[in-house]
Nanobody, 117 residues
Framework: QVQLVESGGGLVQAGGSLRLSCAAS????????MGWYRQAPGKQRELVGT???????NYADSVKGRFTISRDNAKNTVYLQMNSLKPEDTAVYYC???????????WGQGTQVTVSS
């Protein structure tokens, strides 16, 4: 059973930083592409960025230059470093993966990020 567990959310002032973590279990983590998504109140879930099994990253235009995704395959963990946070970054952040062999999709439970102005 694949599990994704996010942590690191919280309340931060505008201009501050947070680092989210997503710990994966039940899968060969290093083979999987990973993604971070977010959902603000009253809005649809949107892609923040992705990292491939080869550590190639891609970001939404709204976070480029401010957010960085990385992974540590030895710890089965993917990170989202968020800098220069803005109130519009306030959302629940979710970790996502599509397992490389079964192609089944999994989501974490989400972690709340609140940026105050």
């Amino acid at each position: 059973q694949v599990q994704l567990v996010e942590s690191g959310g919280g309340l931060v002032q505008a201009g501050g930083s947070l680092r989210l973590s997503c710990a994966a279990s039940g899968t060969f983590f290093s083979f999987n592409n990973m993604g971070w998504y977010r959902q603000a109140p009253g809005k649809q879930r949107e892609l923040v960025g992705t990292i491939t099994s080869g550590a190639v990253t891609n970001y939404a235009d709204s976070v480029k230059g401010r957010f960085t995704i990385s992974r540590d395959n030895a710890k089965n963990t993917v990170y989202l470093q968020m800098n220069s946070l803005k109130p519009e970054d306030t959302a629940v952040y979710y970790c996502n993966t599509i397992v490389f062999d079964t192609r089944r999709e999994y989501w974490g439970q989400g972690t709340q990020v609140t940026v105050s102005s």
